[in-house]
Nanobody, 125 residues
């Protein structure tokens, strides 16, 4: 009922930048928290960045320590889209990046978690 589709991954040299996008579609009344995770080969999936719903004020963000100051998460609520701007990329940022959203399908329904299919990011010279 809800689909998350990521885009923007690819091959980039160390020090370069990429911008990931994740668009949610389907039966959506409201989206609460949106996040980006990543999973490198042989490692567990880890959360990279999270952004809450802005509600009546500004949205709050939180980052994994190793990406603070280099990555920026943002969202466009009108488009049900979350972004991850990645600057000063390092080889250790190489992974499949997944977006995650906590979605309410109707005003009177519960909240459910959804995942995108992932987009590959390779940082290499």
């Amino acid at each position: 009922q809800v689909q998350l589709v990521e885009s923007g991954g690819g091959l980039v040299q160390p020090g370069g930048s990429l911008r990931l996008s994740c668009a949610a579609s389907g039966s959506i009344f409201s989206i609460n928290v949106m996040s980006w995770y990543r999973q490198a080969p042989g490692k567990q999936r880890e959360r990279v960045a999270v952004i809450t719903s802005s509600g009546s004020g500004s949205a709050t963000t939180n980052y994994k320590d190793s990406v603070k100051g280099r990555f920026t998460i943002s969202r466009d609520n009108a488009k049900n889209t979350v972004y991850l701007q990645m600057n000063s990329l390092k080889p250790e940022d190489t992974a499949v990046y997944y977006c995650h959203a906590n979605v309410q399908a109707r005003y009177d329904s519960g909240w459910f978690n959804y995942w995108g299919q992932g987009t590959q990011v390779i940082v290499s010279s």
